[in-house]
């Protein structure tokens, strides 16, 4: 699946064209962790984690893992879908910060 496509199947649009579903910092940090790391998340004693799990696994982002070895704690990680949604972040641009001298700005008097 292609970061495009992830986009696509993640992101429903309103009426207005702006995205409906945006990503809360923790389900950021949740999404990442589970994609690279078979260590148990940090922070699994927060009360909002266990509702934060249920919403991605119905987005279809994580799944339950199946241990493959005893250093395996991590018990979900990333799905296909998952996988791409961490590429689509990962090449994200950073922004472009332009400074402008107010005196030439258009519509502004010369």
Same mark, same amino acid.
């Given at each position: !699946?292609?970061?495009?496509?992830?986009?696509?199947?993640?992101? *429903?649009?309103?009426?207005?064209?702006?995205?409906?579903?945006?990503? =809360?910092?923790? /389900? !950021?940090?949740? %999404? #990442? +962790?589970?994609?690279?790391?078979? $260590?148990?998340?940090?922070?699994?004693? $927060?009360?909002?984690?266990?509702?934060?799990?249920?919403?991605?696994? &119905?987005?279809?982002? #994580? /799944?339950?893992?199946? *241990? =493959? +070895?005893? &250093?395996?704690?991590?018990?979900?990680? =990333?799905?296909?879908?998952?996988?791409?949604? %961490?590429? !689509?972040?990962?090449?994200?641009?950073?922004? %472009?910060? =332009?400074?402008?001298?107010?005196?030439?700005? /258009?519509?502004?008097?010369?």
């Amino acid at each position: !699946m292609t970061p495009k496509q992830a986009y696509n199947l993640l992101f *429903a649009y309103d009426e207005c064209q702006k995205p409906a579903r945006q990503w =809360t910092p923790f /389900e !950021m940090k949740i %999404v #990442l +962790h589970h994609y690279g790391s078979i $260590a148990e998340f940090g922070g699994c004693a $927060a009360p909002i984690y266990p509702e934060t799990i249920s919403r991605l696994k &119905e987005l279809g982002v #994580l /799944e339950d893992r199946i *241990a =493959t +070895h005893d &250093e395996d704690k991590n018990p979900y990680q =990333t799905t296909v879908l998952g996988n791409a949604l %961490v590429e !689509m972040w990962c090449q994200q641009p950073l922004p %472009v910060v =332009t400074y402008v001298d107010p005196r030439f700005a /258009e519509g502004q008097p010369r």
